[in-house]
């Protein structure tokens, strides 16, 4: 039971314009959202965050969206450019039963970005 | 300005040999992860640490032992290694904080025959 899903396991979009990665969670007790880039031979490395008591956040060509009643999350890049071709991974965060989270992830399967010029 | 250091980058076993990865961080973080990623299902997390001298379970930790006798040492150890045990680790760490925002290492490939 994946916790966190991104069902398209690929997206192809042309550059300058606007690319969306999807993300679903199951688990209401997720409080953070984060998004983060990979590139092959490379760790991820961490893009953007939003907070459950949040709709959305921006930050420069990045914007996340979180529509809490759909438990769908997704990441809006504009303009899309070449160098954003990676792997995008959708990850979560919540509180256990004792109130910690200890800061573990629940990652996505990951989205194959390619932006062709 | 290292980051996360993963050694070694790659390695091919025999199954039911042993080994062990290391993880080096120079940032002073408390939390320290290990993840495991396969095709098609994301980063798992095995084992992880919130201080020194402390290690957890994750989702996925049977068949690997973990240490942190130091602060900026997190190692990951197979015993008997199976070739389910075939994949790319990364190593993470943090500072607490909300959101907790992990920095990982370059990663670790390790084929087990």
């Known amino acids: 039971d994946q916790q966190v899903k991104q069902n398209s396991p690929s997206l192809s979009v042309q550059e300058g314009r606007i690319s969306i990665l999807n993300c679903d969670y199951t688990?209401?007790?997720?409080?953070?959202f984060l998004w983060y880039k990979k590139y092959p031979a490379e760790g991820p490395t961490f893009l953007i965050s939003?907070?459950?008591?949040?709709d959305k956040n921006e930050d420069g060509r990045f914007t996340v969206f979180l529509n809490k009643s759909a438990k769908h999350l997704s990441l809006h890049i504009v303009p899309s450019q070449p160098g954003d071709s990676a792997v995008y991974f959708c990850a979560a965060s919540g509180q256990d039963a004792g109130g910690t989270s200890y800061g573990k992830l629940t990652f996505g399967q990951g989205t194959i970005l390619t932006v062709h010029p | 300005n290292a980051g996360v250091t993963q050694t070694p980058k790659f390695r091919v076993l025999k199954t039911g040999q042993s080994m062990t990865l290391l993880c080096a961080q120079d940032m002073n973080h408390e939390y320290m992860y290990w993840y495991r990623q396969d095709p098609g299902m994301g980063l798992r997390l095995i084992h992880y640490s919130v201080g020194e001298g402390t290690t957890a379970k994750g989702e996925v930790p049977d068949g690997y032992n973990v240490s942190r006798l130091k602060k900026q040492n997190f190692l990951l150890g197979l015993e008997s290694a199976a070739p389910s045990q075939t994949s790319v680790y990364f190593c993470?760490?943090?500072?607490?904080?909300?959101?907790?925002?992990?920095?990982f290492g370059a990663g670790t490939r390790l084929s087990v025959l």
């Open positions: 939003i907070s459950s008591i949040k």
């Open positions: 688990n209401s007790m997720f409080d953070y």
């Open positions: 993470a760490s943090s500072y607490p904080g909300i959101p907790n925002i992990q920095y």
